[in-house]
């Protein structure tokens, strides 16, 4: 099947480990409208339908959270994803706002090697801020995140 340019550079910041399952879909999509190449209107339609993105909301906050990665070996997350939810503690200040969670993903370990490759993916996802989760925020039941300091200064210089 043929892509139009644009299509064709838009499929490519579409994460490599996907992008061919992506490509599939799209074609699919194409072929059930009856057309032979897929264009802009069919990629935008098949992002729409698969991952319920549309053009930018101007007025939504997108949001992600780094949570510890030997955390995550006991933690499924619920605190963090409850006080999102309900605007509680450190997200009590979009308690007036639109927000929407687009990421939740550990930091890779020590070192925090997972954070800049997926703060750049989803850089893709117009992401406007990154907190992190209280079990690298705080201590006491949590072992204190010796790479907290280093992280933070890798998703700031991100922009």
Request: with cysteine; aromatic share 10%; proline share 3%.
């Amino acid at each position: 099947m043929k892509w139009n340019e644009d299509a064709e550079k838009e499929l490519e910041k579409i994460p490599f480990f996907v992008r061919k399952m992506a490509k599939k879909a799209i074609e699919e999509m194409a072929k059930k409208e009856g057309k032979d190449f897929v264009d802009m209107e069919i990629y935008k339609k098949a992002k729409e339908k698969y991952l319920g993105i549309t053009e930018k909301k101007e007025d939504t906050l997108n949001i992600a959270i780094v949570r510890c990665n030997i955390v995550s070996e006991t933690c499924p997350g619920v605190g963090c994803l409850k006080a999102f939810n309900d605007r509680r503690v450190h997200f009590e200040r979009y308690k007036d706002k639109k927000v929407e969670l687009i990421g939740f993903f550990t930091c890779g370990g020590c070192s925090g090697r997972r954070v800049h490759r997926l703060v750049e993916t989803l850089k893709n996802y117009d992401l406007h801020i990154i907190h992190l989760s209280s079990c690298m925020l705080f201590e006491g039941d949590y072992p204190k995140c010796p790479f907290k300091e280093l992280i933070k200064k890798d998703i700031e210089n991100q922009g």
